[in-house]
């Protein structure tokens, strides 16, 4: 049944996608987006505008309704760098719902289903692959209105800040992140200032069963002042506390403190030029008897030249993140938080992840016709510190030191072809090899992993 549905969804992005027009693009949190000029009926013009603003009666009263269908086939070789010595099969679905309740200027309901299915995978569904059915964000919002505002949103609700290294949604896997507490948001001048207190939602395979992880509290703020100059900056806080986390030196209660600063350009899309995304966090606090020194830096410089022929832009991504040596009373490991899935390319959910790294990313992306992107790129990495180990994308240990002096964890080639249909629809492929280092070989099995993944989606 899982599998007739994913088929029929499939059929649905490709027989829908010519009925969409060339209107605002959707968001990534599907709570930013701004319906109300469709109050105008001379201005619907797309198949689905008719639910995006549904009259409540009296003015700024409205309905909109939205949702998301998205399928993935998926094939990795040799996982974990051959602990699962052969070739993993398997098919993801993702469905997602949501309504939004705009009751007048000052107050809004939101609503947001999620529905994740995972089919054939050898070992049974990671907690990133499988919700059969539960509430992604059920917030009320209250706020004032005029030039200088405020708002308070309480409730489950997602989190997603800046370039999403700390954190994030995580989007690229089958399920994302949640969270429930609550948030303030401001606008005083320039900036858009947002606090925020709350906890991770503890992702469990069945039915309305999520809850919040009352072993893990989550809270900071946020400040991001857009396009000061040609340049947009953001400064934040964040502070967690975990009850029981396991790094390459053992296993403690954790309390650590973020500071960070992040300078950023966008990508060119009119004309040729540089586009950039720098980030600093320091990391302080305690782990067990231990305290915390930890930080990373990372970078994304780009230039885009999209008057030639295929619109080519050229980056390179160099980031650098501390690890431990146990020698030391001090915990070096750094931990990315709540990171987004795909900050590393297609290979993201087998690993490794932003921990005790140093890696150099350069990628060639490219659009041959109107709609359609081509990327390939070449991640190399290296272990920061010798005495840590090698770490998941979520932050779990996932290979230790185990003895090695090898600082080469390994390097993998990626493509990416996607073809952005209309605003609705996209269909993509990934394949990428990672082919394991010295470190690996001496740690573990040391296999080269194979990707291979198909995506299809349709948001309305």
């Not at 959910?349 to 992107?373: A, C, E, K, W, Y």
């Amino acid at each position: 049944m899982r599998i007739a549905h994913g088929w029929f969804a499939v059929w649905f992005v490709v027989a829908s996608w010519a009925h969409a027009q060339s209107v605002p693009a959707y968001s990534l949190l599907r709570e930013n987006e701004d319906w109300s000029y469709l109050r105008d009926t001379s201005l619907r013009k797309d198949i689905w505008d008719p639910l995006k603003y549904i009259p409540l009666g009296a003015d700024d009263w409205y309905l909109t309704i939205g949702g998301e269908v998205r399928e993935v086939f998926e094939q990795v070789g040799n996982d974990n760098w051959g602990k699962q010595r052969y070739t993993n099969t398997f098919f993801l679905e993702r469905y997602m719902l949501h309504s939004d309740w705009h009751l007048g200027p000052h107050f809004r309901a939101f609503v947001q289903l999620k529905s994740g299915l995972e089919s054939f995978r050898a070992g049974g569904p990671r907690p990133i692959d499988e919700k059969k059915l539960d509430f992604e964000a059920a917030f009320f919002e209250g706020r004032t209105s005029g030039k200088t505002w405020i708002a308070l949103r309480v409730g489950r609700q997602e989190l997603n800040y800046g370039s999403g290294r700390l954190i994030s949604v995580r989007e690229g896997p089958n399920v994302r992140q949640s969270f429930d507490g609550f948030k303030v948001m401001s606008s005083i001048g320039s900036w858009n200032v947002d606090a925020f207190a709350a906890r991770p939602d503890l992702d469990k395979p069945g039915f309305f069963n999520n809850s919040p992880d009352h072993r893990t509290a989550f809270w900071g703020i946020y400040a991001s002042r857009p396009r000061t100059g040609r340049v947009s900056i953001d400064v934040y806080y964040a502070g967690l506390d975990r009850k029981a986390v396991t790094y390459n030196r053992g296993t403690g209660q954790e309390l650590r403190h973020s500071v960070a600063a992040r300078l950023w350009r966008p990508v060119q899309t009119k004309e040729r030029g540089w586009d950039f995304d720098y980030e600093g966090v320091w990391q302080f606090g305690t782990f067990g008897s231990c305290d915390i020194r930890a930080w990373t830096f990372a970078s994304d410089t780009g230039y885009s030249l999209p008057n030639l022929p295929f619109k080519p832009r050229l980056s390179v991504k160099s980031d650098i993140s501390s690890g431990d040596d146990p020698r030391h009373n001090s915990l070096g490991t750094f931990n990315a938080l709540f990171p987004i899935g795909n900050y590393f390319g297609v290979l993201a959910d087998t690993g490794p992840g932003p921990q005790n790294f140093i890696d150099v990313h350069p990628r060639l992306q490219i659009q041959p016709v109107r709609g359609v992107s081509i990327s390939a790129d070449l991640v190399a990495q290296w272990r920061q510190s010798l005495d840590d180990g090698v770490y998941a994308v979520p932050g779990f240990l996932l290979v230790p030191a185990n003895g090695s002096r090898a600082r080469f964890v390994g390097y993998r080639p990626g493509v990416e072809v996607r073809w952005q249909i209309d605003r609705h629809a996209y269909v993509q492929a990934d394949y990428g090899i990672f082919y394991a280092g010295q470190f690996l070989k001496e740690a573990s099995p040391g296999q080269n992993i194979n990707y291979l993944a198909f995506w299809a989606g349709y948001k309305f």
